[in-house]
């Protein structure tokens, strides 16, 4: 059996392609355009392993996802692939419209091509698992319940907007042409192979190399952080059991404001690698312009993912938060690579 996974050389993509070449024997396609947050150093451990066969390429190419379908015939498909960071959709919000809804329509139509061709037997067995954000139900106020999955979408940036619409697709190819789906929405993931422009790997990194940490605005926003692995299982866990049609909210349980997950980067850091000067790395901390339609606070219900199919996060985000602080100090090399831009070399090299 194979499966079909767009994306995976980014951080989700990347850490389930490690973690299901770990797990299961089953073969990955990977179908990743290599942007900019596509990073091959993630997979190296999967370029070796025949099970993973990589594949460059856009996931709006019908003639390439087509062939891609036809020749390994996935049991299923897995859209991780999407452009993903809040600031840059408010830079330049044309990406996004480009591959998270131009893309997945183009990609939903190449799967259903594919899928009305199977033999009964794989029809009904087939599934497309689209993995989408907390981000397109909007923002809470302190003492809003959490989103549950009939919250109201109410995406508020370029980018939570462009994955609410490319949840509408997913679902309307459901309800009109029987597609079988799966959604998941889930909160802000934290963990290995993090691209440094977001928050987390971010402030470790600046931590280390003496630079300011930028807190936007009062850092009084809330985030609810899920170990990337925990997000991984998930995922499995809704491919094997999740109820075609259906959407799964996936989170942490763990709301912390921004200000508080910096100033416990800045004791782990404290403790397992001490600034020179026995300073504190919580003096580096600097508050910068707020970004613009900053959401306050995102809170994930993951009840019924945990009613329904017995899921629930394994780790706390003091353990998860202590193993990716751990996981950047023993990985200089992956560090140094994304840092001076080495990891685009071999791309350019391989591709042009
Ligand atoms: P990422 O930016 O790290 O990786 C995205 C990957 O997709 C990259 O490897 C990139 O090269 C590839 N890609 C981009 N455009 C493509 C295209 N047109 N065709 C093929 N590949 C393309 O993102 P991530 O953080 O790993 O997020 C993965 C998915 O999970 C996204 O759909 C995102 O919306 C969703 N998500 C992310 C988070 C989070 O906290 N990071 C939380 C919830 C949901
Ligand atoms: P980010 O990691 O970009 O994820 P998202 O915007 O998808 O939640 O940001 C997490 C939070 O951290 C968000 O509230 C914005 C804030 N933030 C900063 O305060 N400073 C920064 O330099 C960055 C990148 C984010």
Redesign the pocket.
Known sequence: MTILV????????GNFVLDWLAGQNETIIN?????Y???LDTLHAAQTDSRHTFIH????DRVLVERLLTEHQPRAVIN??????VDRSIHGPGDFIQ?NIA?TFNMLESVRGYWNGLDAKYRTAFRLLH????EVYGTLSPEDPPFTETNRYEPNSPYSAS?AASDHLVRAWHHTYGLPVLTTN????YGPYH?PE?LIPLVILNALASKPLPIYGDGQQVRDWLYVKDHCSAIRRVLEAGKLGETYNIGGWNEKTNLDVVKTICAILDELKPRADGASYAAQITFVQDRPGHDRRYAIDAGKLKRELDWKPTETFDSGIRKTVQWYLDNPQWVDNITSGHYRDWIRQQYG
């Open positions: 767009t994306g995976g050389a980014g951080f989700i993509g179908l990743d355009a290599l942007t947050a596509g990073n390429g856009n996931i709006g991780f692939a999407a452009e993903s960071h591959t893309g993995v989408s954000t907390d994955k889930c909160s802000n993931n691209f977001k």
